[in-house]
C-alpha cells in the first residue's frame, strides 16, 4: 500500500470520555430532535431551517453567528425550527481546497486530524451548551459519525456521496434525520433509490463490527440543483420539480414524504444574494398546491457574519473561505420574512 501512517487516531468512545455532554445539554438535544423529528413525520407544520456557514472555519466567528440564531429562533419559534449547520468537513470536486476543520483546525497550517477531531467536537459540544442549539453536519465519512453522534441532530448526504453504498447503509441505523442530496448530474430517481436504501434496514460492516440496521425512517431529499455535461448549473427547485418529486415518492413506497429545498449550490449558481428570492418562491408553490405544500417541509440555506467569502488565508471575520454566503443582516431579515410567509 502506497500509505504512510502518521498517527494513531482516538477511539470514539475516548473522545467522548474525553469531552462529555453534560445532561442539560443531553436534554437540549433531546428536545431539539423531536421538534426536528415532529417536523419531518407531519406531526408539526413548522418548517425547517438548516441555516449556516458552508463551512464552519473557525469555533469564534462560528459560534458568534450561531448565538445570534437563539433570539432569532424564539422571535419565530410559532413557525420555524432553526437548525444551525455547522459542516465541520467539506467535500472537494477535485480534492484540492479547504476540507474543513477535521483536516484543518487552522485553516492556513497544514492538515491535523488528530486535532481536528477534538475541534470538530468542542465546536459542536460548545454551540450545544452555549446556545442549546444541536446543530447539522455532513456525513462525509460514515466511520466518522459516531464520533459525534450524541451531538448532531441532523445530518446530510452530498451530492458527491448520495450513491455511495456506505453512506446509505450507515444512514440507515442512525437516528436521527438524513437528508439525501440529489447527485451533481441531477438524476432524482438516484437520489430516491438512495432514500429507499435508508429506510430500509440492512446488514453490513461498520468500523470492525457486524452490524444491522433497523431503517431511518426519517431519510428524505435535499434538491440542490445540479450541474450538465456543459459544466451549466441548472435549478430544481420549481413547481414542477416539486411535483415530479413528490410522483416519485408516491410510487416509491416510501414513507414521510419530505424535501428540504438547498437555496444555494447549483439552485442559485452560487450566486449567494438569490438565496431569498428562491425561498420565497419554494413558499409560493408550497402555499399554492397542497401537494407541493404537504411535501416541503425545509429549507437550507448558506449564511455567516459577512456576505460573500475569502481565501482560506482571508481575515474578515465571519466571512466564508469556501462558497460565498448570506450576511447577518439580510439572513435576519430573510428569516422573518419566511416565517411570515409560511403557512
Request: charged share 20%.
Amino acid at each position: 500500500m502506497n500509505l504512510q501512517f502518521n498517527r494513531e487516531l482516538f477511539t470514539p468512545e475516548a473522545l467522548k470520555e474525553m469531552y462529555p455532554v453534560p445532561p442539560d445539554a443531553a436534554r437540549c438535544k433531546e428536545a431539539n430532535d423531536k421538534a426536528i423529528r415532529e417536523v419531518l413525520d407531519g406531526t408539526s407544520r413548522k418548517l425547517l431551517l438548516v441555516i449556516g456557514p458552508c463551512s464552519a472555519d473557525r469555533e469564534d466567528a462560528v459560534l458568534d453567528y450561531i448565538s445570534r440564531l437563539r433570539p432569532l429562533q424564539e422571535e419565530v419559534s410559532d413557525k420555524i425550527v432553526i437548525v444551525p449547520r455547522l459542516y465541520s468537513n467539506k467535500p472537494r470536486t477535485t480534492g484540492e481546497g479547504y476540507k474543513g476543520m477535521l483536516h484543518q483546525p487552522d485553516p492556513s497550517a497544514r492538515p491535523d486530524l488528530f486535532n481536528g477531531l477534538v475541534s470538530s467536537r468542542l465546536l459542536h459540544l460548545h454551540a450545544l451548551e452555549r446556545t442549546g442549539f444541536s446543530c447539522a453536519d455532513e456525513m462525509l465519512y460514515p466511520e466518522n459519525h459516531i464520533y459525534m453522534s450524541d451531538l448532531l441532530s441532523y445530518v446530510a448526504v452530498g451530492a458527491r456521496s448520495v450513491e455511495n453504498q456506505q453512506h446509505r447503509l450507515v444512514a440507515s441505523g442512525l437516528d436521527i434525520p438524513v437528508g439525501m442530496k440529489n447527485p451533481t448530474g441531477g438524476d432524482l430517481v438516484v437520489m430516491v433509490n438512495s432514500i429507499r436504501a435508508a429506510q430500509h434496514g440492512h446488514s453490513f460492516i461498520y468500523r470492525n463490527w457486524d452490524v444491522h440496521s433497523t431503517g431511518n425512517p426519517l431519510a428524505h431529499a435535499i434538491l440542490r440543483g445540479y450541474v450538465d455535461s456543459r459544466g451549466v448549473s441548472h435549478p430544481n427547485y420549481h413547481y414542477e420539480d416539486l411535483r415530479r418529486l413528490a410522483d416519485l415518492y408516491a410510487g416509491g413506497g416510501l414513507v414521510n414524504p419530505a424535501v428540504i429545498v438547498d437555496c444555494n449550490h447549483s439552485n442559485s449558481g452560487k450566486r449567494f444574494e438569490e438565496q431569498g428570492p428562491i425561498a420565497l418562491d419554494v413558499l409560493h408553490n408550497a402555499r399554492t398546491n397542497s401537494t407541493v405544500g404537504a411535501l416541503v417541509k425545509g429549507l437550507m440555506i448558506e449564511s455567516y457574519l459577512e456576505d460573500g467569502c475569502q481565501g482560506p488565508g482571508g481575515q474578515v471575520y465571519g466571512q466564508s473561505i469556501t462558497d460565498p454566503c448570506l450576511g447577518w443582516e439580510k439572513t435576519r431579515a430573510l428569516v422573518l420574512k419566511i416565517a411570515e410567509l409560511w403557512q
